[in-house]
Structures are given as structure tokens and as C-alpha cells.
């Protein structure tokens, strides 16, 4: 678990989206992981969970074949 500063966390909720990059310069986070900023409560505010991508994440496996109208007689 790393912590965003004070200034950090009021930039980044300001527009999560837009601040993507900087804060991965500020975290030192590489682009093959996933973070989460908490919000709230409000003891855990800027605290960043950062985690490595599963499995399930890099890919959805199809278990049904997928059925459409050509297909039908």
C-alpha cells in the first residue's frame, strides 16, 4: 500500500481520469498493475492499493459458442 500527499489526493480527486499518468510517476507504479485510490472513509483517503493483474483479467474466456441468426436453419 503506498499513500498519496495531501496536495496529491486533492488533484487526483479532482479528475481521477486526467491524473492517471502522474500518478503512477509519483507512485513509481508500472503499467502492468492496478491500482485503487480510496475515497472513503475518510481515515483511508489517498491510500493507493496497488495489485498485479490475474488471469482472469488478461483474458475472457468464451465457454459457449457464440450462437447468431446465419447460423440458424
Known sequence: MKK??????EEYSANPLATDEKLRVWLDLPDNRYYTVSIWPEEF?????VRTPTEKDK???AKAKKVSKSDQK
Open 4 to 9: 498519496l500527499s495531501k496536495e496529491q489526493f
Open 45 to 49: 483517503a489517498g491510500r493507493v492499493f
Open 59 to 61: 483474458a475472457r474466456i
